[in-house]
Structure formats: C-alpha cells, structure tokens
C-alpha cells in the first residue's frame, strides 16, 4: 500500500487528521473521504476473497479450517475487547506508515515490517484485514454460526478502535508532540462560492 500508493482507511485516519489541522482539507471533508474509503476497501476485499474463491482456495471447503475458525472467533469476540484491539492495532499500523514516510530504503521496508509484525503477532484487530479474511470464509463452506450479524458487529467496533487510534493517538498525537516551528502554517480553506451569470 505504501510503496503502490494505494488508499487505505485505516492510514487516512491519520493523514486526513493532519490536514485538518494544517488546514489542507475541512471537517467535512474528512469524514466524506473516510466512508469512502471504507468502502472503497471493502469492495477490493471481497473482489479479492471472490478471485481465491474461483481459483479454487483450498482453505475454504471445510469449515474447520484455519480462515473459518479465525473468522468465527472474531465474529464472537465482545465489543469492548474488539474495540481496544481495533485501537492497538491501528495505533502501530499509522506508526509504521509515519516511520515509512521518514526513512529511506531498507530502513523503510524495516519500519514497516516490525510494527506489522507486532500487531500481527499480538491478535490484534484490522478492519480491512477483517474485510478480506470474513469474504474468504463467506464465500467458503463456513458453518451456520458465522453470520452477516456478526461480520458486521466485529466491523463495527474494530472500525471505531482503529479510528479513535489514527485520529487521537497518531494524528492529534504527533501534531502536538511536533514543536510548533516545526509544524505546518496552517491555512485557510477558501471555499469557492459559484454565482450564475445572467
């Protein structure tokens, strides 16, 4: 995502919080791009989980495999528990990023692969990850306790984590921590009003 220079929500948590407060983009067009983005990676995610699935992906015939389990497991987890995951989560993938951005070649690769490999390692929650991991278990022969409700109960609450992370923690987090010389000036918005000619 960071080399292709991809969307990715989870990472627009952050960055569209900083160009709010150096006065890039407004409020209101923040939270238009986060939902669209949203919805952006989910339709690449179960795009995705379809061409496994027609490819013939061996982990989804049978419901005891590995992707059906993780999946169950995470549908029935408590909300608070999801949640507080969905933070830490995104907490260490917007600090991989912002690391990235800092470094230079192999450091780069490096920044990345230890806080993903943290998160990754510690069960944390992904939201687009989820995306992509509960669309390979749909499509697959998954067992009658997996369901829509379920999917979107982890969804729900994994996206409120990992949103509260990339705008408090990372977003508001490194603005202030930043000396103010340091800072972007902020800028004023221009909003173009369009008057007819008659």
């Given at each position: ?49 379809l061409l496994y699935s027609w490819g013939g992906g061996s982990l989804l015939p049978v419901d005891t495999s590995i992707v059906h389990s993780v999946a169950l497991a995470k549908t029935t987890a408590p909300a608070t528990v999801l949640f507080f995951k969905g933070a ?111």
């Amino acid at each position: 995502m960071i080399i292709a220079g991809s969307e990715l929500f989870t990472g627009h948590t952050m960055f569209l919080t900083l160009g709010v407060k150096a006065g890039t983009i407004s409020h209101d067009q923040m939270w238009a791009i986060l939902p669209q983005t949203w919805l952006g990676n989910l339709v690449g995610s179960v795009f995705v989980a379809l061409l496994y699935s027609w490819g013939g992906g061996s982990l989804l015939p049978v419901d005891t495999s590995i992707v059906h389990s993780v999946a169950l497991a995470k549908t029935t987890a408590p909300a608070t528990v999801l949640f507080f995951k969905g933070a830490l989560c995104n907490w260490l993938v917007c600090l991989a990023i912002w690391m990235a951005i800092r470094t230079e070649g192999t450091a780069k690769f490096l920044a990345i692969w230890w806080c993903l490999l943290a998160f990754i390692a510690s069960g944390y929650e992904h939201s687009i990850a989820n995306m992509t991991l509960f669309a390979l278990s749909w499509f697959g022969h998954h067992s009658d306790a997996y369901t829509l409700a379920g999917i979107g109960h982890n969804l729900l609450w994994v996206t409120l984590g990992n949103t509260l992370s990339g705008v408090v923690f990372m977003g508001l987090g490194y603005w202030y921590a930043t000396p103010k010389s340091e800072r972007p000036v902020p800028q004023k918005i221009n909003h173009i009003k369009v008057t007819a000619n008659h």
